[in-house]
């Protein structure tokens, strides 16, 4: 992933806008990031050259050159970096305004899901040219994706969890978000935030408080740890969480 | 014993080791069987690319016929996962014609695989519905749910565990009783 470009995001966030014309304020290279978007999403990857791009930007083949000199390679990878920042950014808005645990789970996986659902680039890409995506979502390069993700969402959770169990958490739902889009399942539609609600208190939160309990035991033994350590001394788990969790069924008595 | 058919994909696996997916073609597939182009050709008659659509489709069911066989015998749905979980993994790891051809040709191999993950929820989920028909679920928790979420998580972590070390026995319980199994079972699960 390459540096956040916080400055790009759009307000709307939604498609990428072809009435972007030359002369108004927005960069050139915005411009063809977002033309390219637009290529990308009507004709793929392998059809879209140069030439329709700078089309779509209102601009000359030597300007997309002049502000990419990496040529077609250069505006993708330029897309791809552009993309993943204003994903992250839209999560982290959405996310910051949370106001408890489950809802900061909530909103943030149903802000992925419906951003990923409906990104109009890769869902083209996904139906007619598998082959350019599947290779950076699968095994290791999965890993990869998971751990970029906790790394920029486990901060959200950090109010109501500890550092190593937010890190966890956020790899975890992250893990859920792919799971589910993946392979879309009959019952469950995750852009919807009433039925994500109802997955994160049946399986999210539970699991979240037995990763707690687990993580204090083993600080408590003194032992290696049953839970992998992301290299921090533990504190109290659910120190100062607000009282969210217990509207959530459970029959799990809290003695170990 | 082995029909044609399956001597022909038995074949094209030995090639599709030595040269890719890509390279092997059916003269390849039909050389390596002792059989005829036209035998191949009957038998597929879609030609390379159903041959090799047909090969990764034996392949990945038989990783999972593996599997099957190694948790059939397990007492109990913590036993099942923990066992599933370290062997899928382990025999992921040591596959090394899937090593090599995702090394070299994913873009090639990962469509293919997507679409045998596919189906391959449905199988899972169908095999632990009988392992959790023999727990209390939480209160809540509908046991189809249930096995399509622990069907999903499990093809998620075999293939991309993050930050989870499946080698090591110890969190892979930690990881069956709290990610997997903390939210589906009512009780919780007796800790050895």
């Known amino acids: 992933m390459g540096a956040v470009r916080l400055e790009l995001v759009r307000p709307s966030g939604a498609g990428a806008s072809s009435e972007h014309e030359a002369g108004e304020r927005v960069p050139v290279r915005v411009r063809v990031i977002d033309s390219a978007l637009d290529c990308i999403a009507r004709q793929g990857v392998a059809k879209t050259t140069l030439d329709d791009v700078a089309r779509q930007a209102g601009c000359s083949r030597a300007t997309v050159y002049r502000v990419f000199p990496g040529g077609k390679e250069g505006v993708l990878s330029a897309v791809v970096d552009t993309e993943v920042s204003r994903f992250f950014s839209a999560l982290a808005v959405r996310m910051g305004q949370a106001g408890d645990l489950e809802d900061v789970l909530v909103e943030g996986m149903t802000e992925a899901a419906t951003r990923i659902t409906r990104h109009g680039a890769l869902s083209y890409l996904l139906c007619h040219e598998p082959e350019v995506v599947l290779p950076q979502l699968a095994f290791a390069r999965m890993d990869d994706v998971l751990a970029t993700a906790s790394a920029f969402t486990s901060p959200f959770l950090g109010r109501w969890l500890d550092h190593d169990e937010a890190v966890r958490v956020a790899e975890w739902a992250a893990r859920i978000v792919v799971s589910y889009l993946a392979c879309p399942a009959e019952d469950v539609d995750l852009t919807n935030i009433s039925e994500v609600r109802a997955l994160v208190r049946t399986f999210v939160l539970p699991g979240i408080r037995s990763l707690s309990e687990r993580g204090r035991d083993d600080a408590d033994d003194g032992d290696e740890g049953a839970v992998p350590s992301t290299g921090r001394d533990r504190r109290t788990p659910y120190g100062g969480t607000p009282d969210t969790t217990s509207t959530t069924s459970t029959t799990k008595g809290e003695a170990s | ?192």
């Not at chain 2, 039909?30 to 182009?37: D, K, P, Q, V």
């Not at chain 2, 593996?66 to 913590?78: C, D, I, M, P, T």
């Not at chain 2, 790891?93 to 293919?112: G, R």
């Open chain 2, 1 to 192: 014993m082995d029909g044609p058919r399956q001597r022909v994909l038995e074949a094209t696996y030995v090639c599709v080791a030595r040269w890719g997916l890509s390279k092997t073609t059916v003269e390849d597939a039909a050389r390596e069987a002792g059989l005829s182009r036209a035998t191949v050709y009957r038998y597929f008659p879609g030609g390379r690319d159903e041959l090799i659509d047909a090969v990764v489709s034996w392949q990945y069911l038989r990783f999972f016929g593996r599997l099957y066989e190694e948790v059939r015998g397990a007492g109990s749905l913590e036993e099942v996962l923990e066992r599933g979980l370290a062997f899928a993994r382990q025999a992921l790891l040591e596959h090394e014609v899937l090593q090599k051809v995702l090394q070299t040709e994913p873009d090639v191999l990962l469509p293919k695989l997507t679409v045998e993950s596919n189906r391959t929820v449905g199988l899972i989920s169908g095999f632990l519905v009988p392992y959790l028909h023999e727990h209390a679920l939480a209160p809540g928790v509908d046991i189809h749910s249930a096995a399509d979420f622990l069907a999903r998580m499990i093809l998620s972590y075999i293939s991309s565990p993050g930050h989870w070390d499946l080698g090591d026995p110890v969190q892979v319980a930690a990881l069956v009783r709290t990610e997997l199994l903390a939210g589906v079972l009512a009780a919780r699960p007796a800790v050895g």
